[in-house]
């Protein structure tokens, strides 16, 4: 008798688990997707290394001209 009372609860149980069991799995599959967007727009964004470095040897040449024409030397 007891075994047949505690049946529903039981069930329930059952189907409370495995929703949050299904919910947790949605969830972590959205969080993966949601990270594997934002390795892509980095890896979009950075720069090759040596795009990088000529990118600052360039900086470094236009601060050097304007430097020299804030002194009035002509290069």
């Known amino acids: 008798m007891m075994i047949e009372s505690m ?11 495995g929703a949050i069991a299904a919910t947790l799995m949605v969830t972590l599959r959205m969080w993966q997707g ?6 892509a727009e980095l890896d979009r964004r ?5 795009e990088e470095r000529v990118e ?17 030397v002509d290069l």
């Open 7 to 17: 049946t529903p609860t039981i069930l329930m149980a059952g189907f409370a688990f």
């Open 34 to 39: 949601w990270l594997d967007l934002k390795r």
């Open 46 to 50: 950075a720069p090759p290394q040596g």
């Open 56 to 72: 600052i040897a360039e900086l470094r040449a236009r601060v050097k001209q304007l430097e020299a024409i804030a002194a009035c």
